[in-house]
């Protein structure tokens, strides 16, 4: 029995591979037979790729899910007219969106080219095809415009949609009437504006018959009764017509145009009238081979003076789309004629070419282009670019909705995605950091960065419509005051200022707290005076300024202001630096070659302490408590320092290589002192710190990881340049010493991108 089983599967595996395969295998016949480069290996990889990816899988209706992209394709080269990439897209639309193979995979496979479309087919589905599909129907209306940096993304997306209108009937009806009225509401006009007349008007009638099948049903059987009838008035109505076009030798067919379904239904709506009474049912489309392509024109219109021999025109009815042709592309002369039975008959003149283009719209240029089957993707660039322009630009024809959503929305709005596909609505010139605050306050004030496209850009980075944007953020992430000019909308900057506010109010508080705290245990007065020396300590102009530094940690009082609360005591503290008058225990020989070098009177350093502080006339102790950081080299403790003193009688600290010290050294060598860093972690430093790397994901998360686990150090800022996946960031800290510094850059290096880190000195 279960052999029995096992056999029957294996043989349905077999006849599901061959169904397969005879599928594919008129695909790539239609794409031989067409006029297109005959590039049958690149699609023949992506079937073989997209088969692989989605093995395994079915559709609703029992087929393997492969049909589904070969049908695709197969509309897109036969019913669109477009070439191998598009083939290939088609094959691979769903591969990005339905199986563990991402973008990057695709382009590495198929090239940049491919993998755009793929991606935007991708990005469209996951958006819209969602439960919300009908909710952000509006959107996407607007979206697939903005979108059309590629316009055979839409063009694509209307064969898939096309196919799946087609195969609707597997699909649970609650699904179909969504799937229908979107179809409607979207896709057939937009096929209508890429001049896509065959494809709107089976999208329309099949919309129809799921939204209301049973008046479906009425027309369709009331269309099939009267068929007989007008094919005799058709036969009747042409015989003339042939024989005077056999007179003029031409090449011709006449063909019957039913009007759609819907299109009668839409009209019994609008007008109110019954199937009996819409007359316009046949329309005769006389459709010919020109004589030259310069004769088109004249044949066309010689053939509207023969037949308007025949019958009376309607004076009011003469259509010259050939002179005029509409803005999708259309061309054709419409004329209506008097029957021999007293009935208006509207005929249709077309050569081969006009039919072409209006039945597949822009893409029929392409076949009528010189040389053949050798045009290069330029030319089809070309093509696909008048498109572009068409809906970028459309024609006054009020008709079309999408002229009207172009015209009053695209100036003030963009669309984004999210990484999960969710579309959002952004005004033009929203950054990331607006971005980051519209999806909530939280994700707003903790964001570091943003990947956009799977590139890492700045807070700051304007966004672009169609744009994926996925936000990073880290818990030690603080919002900063010049992200003020980082956002463009109301909303964010709000946000920001109420933010900041908030946050100073609170480290103000907390430092107050903490002053208060610390002189109390001090036993010391928290009185304006003492307030006053701790103010004039840190080089500070308000109290504001001192309790908010006090209060977010970057300054911690300690002993240094205990000091110089203390003016007179002189035991019991440890200061920030020593400075030597003598010689120093340990030789520090690099220090003693450089004032040899310069020749100061190298008489000993016991001369010069007593030189200097005779000079000076000030003891130690008083230096010591008076310096302060040159603003030239903003030297750290643990940084190679020297100490100037200058003429009232305070040290300026110095880097060593510090340029400025350089020419200290060499032009008051008598006013140098050697200075020693002593240990404290006490005062904060501001430093920047460079790094450089591969751009990869998480990689921000990790650089901020590390630097928020070092203690005591905090971001003042960060800002990052991404290109061509290389990653550029600064870093601004507020570190203790050298130490601090060293231990940051020694762990940044440990991250495996990262291939720079430098402390810059400025
Ligand atoms: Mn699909």
């Known amino acids: 029995m279960k052999n029995e089983e096992f056999q029957n599967n294996r043989e349905k595996d077999r006849a599901e591979e061959e169904i397969i395969n005879q599928a594919f295998q008129e695909l790539l016949n239609d794409y031989l037979a067409s006029k297109h480069r005959k590039r049958v290996e690149i699609i023949i990889k992506a079937f073989n790729f997209a088969k692989q990816a989605h093995k395994g899988i079915k559709r609703r209706s029992g087929e393997p899910y492969i049909l589904h992209p070969i049908a695709v394709a197969k509309i897109v080269c036969n019913e669109i007219g477009l070439g191998s990439t598009s083939i290939c897209a088609a094959l691979l639309h769903d591969v990005v969106e339905d199986t563990d193979y991402t973008i990057e995979d695709i382009e590495n496979i198929f090239g940049p080219r491919i993998a755009l479309i793929v991606d935007g087919l991708t990005k469209i589905s996951g958006g819209i095809f969602g439960d919300r599909a009908s909710a952000q129907a509006e959107n996407f209306k607007k979206l697939l415009l903005t979108m059309s940096n590629d316009i055979r993304v839409i063009l694509i997306k209307i064969a898939d949609r096309l196919h799946n209108m087609r195969t609707l009937g597997s699909m649970l009806p609650n699904k179909q009437y969504k799937i229908a009225g979107e179809t409607l509401y979207i896709y057939a006009p937009l096929a209508n504006r890429l001049g896509l007349y065959k494809i709107k008007t089976e999208l329309e009638n099949l919309s129809f018959r799921y939204e209301h099948p049973e008046e479906y049903k009425v027309l369709e059987s009331k269309l099939a009764e009267t068929a007989a009838e007008r094919d005799k008035v058709f036969t009747e109505f042409t015989a003339p017509i042939r024989m005077q076009l056999d007179r003029m030798g031409l090449k011709y067919r006449i063909l019957a145009r039913v009007k759609s379904i819907y299109s009668i239904w839409k009209k019994m709506q609008t007008k109110h009238l019954p199937f009996e009474e819409i007359f316009d049912i046949l329309a005769v489309r006389i459709i010919f081979e020109p004589h030259s392509a310069e004769e088109e024109l004249n044949d066309c219109f010689g053939i509207y003076v023969a037949i308007t021999k025949i019958y009376k025109p309607h004076p009011d009815r003469l259509r010259d789309w050939i002179s005029h042709p509409k803005a999708n592309g259309y061309q054709a002369l419409h004329v209506t004629l008097m029957s021999n039975r007293g009935q208006w008959i509207e005929v249709q003149i077309r050569s081969e070419r006009m039919n072409d283009v209006a ?36 024609q006054p024809d009020a008709m079309d909705f999408l002229d009207t959503i172009k015209l009053n929305l695209f100036a003030s709005e963009i669309f984004v995605f999210t990484p999960k596909g969710d579309l959002k609505t952004m005004p033009q010139h929203a950054t990331a950091l607006d971005f980051a605050f519209s999806l909530h306050t939280d994700i707003g004030s903790h964001c570091i960065g943003a990947k956009v496209n799977h590139k890492l850009v700045p807070l700051s980075h304007k966004l672009e419509s169609g744009d994926q944007v996925e936000i990073l953020t880290s818990k030690a992430q603080r919002v900063q005051p010049e992200w003020a000019n980082y956002v463009t909308t109301a909303r964010a900057r709000s946000k920001i200022t109420s933010i900041l506010r908030k946050e100073a109010k609170v480290c103000q508080k907390e430092g107050e707290q903490r002053w208060e705290e610390f002189m109390q245990q001090m036993e010391l007065t928290a009185n ?93 102790e008083s230096i010591a408590k008076n310096y302060i950081m040159a603003d030239c080299c903003h030297p750290i403790p643990g940084d190679d320092v020297l100490g100037y003193l200058d003429e009232n ?28 860093w002593d240990t404290h972690k006490e005062l904060s430093f501001l430093v920047t710190i460079f790094i450089k790397g591969i751009d990869c994901v998480g990689l921000l998360n990790e650089v901020t990881q590390i630097i928020s686990r070092q203690l005591n150090v905090n971001i003042r800022k960060l800002s990052i340049e991404s290109s061509d996946g290389i990653f550029e960031g600064r870093i601004q800290l507020y570190v203790h010493d050298v130490e601090d510094v060293r231990t940051i850059c020694k762990n940044l290096k440990g991250i495996q991108q990262i291939k720079q880190v430098t402390r810059v000195e400025d």
């Open 359 to 394: 039945e597949q719209g822009f893409a029929a240029h392409w076949k009528y282009k010189e040389g053949g089957g050798s045009e290069d993707e330029g030319e089809l660039e070309k093509w696909l670019q008048t498109i572009k322009e068409i809906l970028e630009d459309p």
């Open 528 to 620: 304006e005076e003492n307030l006053n020396k701790l103010l004039k300590l840190h080089h500070l102009k308000s109290r504001e300024e001192f309790f908010t530094l006090v209060g977010s940690g970057k300054i911690n009082l300690g002993e240094t202001d205990l000091n110089a609360l203390k003016e007179k005591s002189t035991s019991g503290w440890k200061k920030l630096l020593s400075f030597s008058f003598g010689l120093k225990e340990k030789e520090d020989g690099a220090e003693k070659e450089t004032e040899k070098e310069e020749g100061h009177g190298a008489t000993g350093e016991e001369a010069e302490r007593i030189n200097t502080k005779e000079i000076l006339k000030l003891t130690e």
């Open 649 to 676: 009688g305070r040290v300026i600290i110095h880097k060593r290589q510090c340029p400025v010290a350089a020419r200290l050294k060499s032009s008051f060598g008598n006013r140098i002192i050697a200075t020693e």
